[in-house]
Nanobody, 122 residues
Framework: QVQLVESGGGLVQAGGSLRLSCAAS????????MGWFRQAPGKEREFVAA????????DYAGSVNSRFTISRDNAKNTVYLQMNSLKPEDADVYYC???????????????WGQGIQVTVSS
């Protein structure tokens, strides 16, 4: 069983930066692919980024590519999402997730954090 806890959200002005962290419990973190998703009220959960267990492979949604960076520190059981050049449309609840492979599809992830709010003011 893996438990995930996000932190680092908050309010930022458009053009600013935030770094989200997701701390994981459990001894299998280094073999667990991790992803970040976001969801607005009344909308489906949307893929943001994913990273393999080793950190050697990453993938991004087109809307955040070149602005967001996913990374992980397996020694700290933590995955990060560095968000730069934030736009008002990036404002959502962000979730980290863990599963056997990094994927666009939320249903392929077994573990989810509780979510954290990111607000971007224009």
């Amino acid at each position: 069983q893996v438990q995930l806890v996000e932190s680092g959200g908050g309010l930022v002005q458009a053009g600013g930066s935030l770094r989200l962290s997701c701390a994981a419990s459990g001894r299998t973190f280094s073999t667990t692919a991790m992803g970040w998703f976001r969801q607005a009220p009344g909308k489906e959960r949307e893929f943001v980024a994913a990273i393999s267990g080793s950190g050697g492979s990453t993938d991004y949604a087109g809307s955040v590519n070149s602005r967001f960076t996913i990374s992980r520190d397996n020694a700290k059981n933590t995955v990060y999402l560095q968000m730069n050049s934030l736009k008002p449309e990036d404002a959502d609840v962000y979730y980290c997730a863990g599963g056997p492979i990094g994927s666009y599809y939320s249903r392929l992830y077994n573990y989810w954090g509780q979510g954290i709010q990111v607000t971007v003011s224009s």
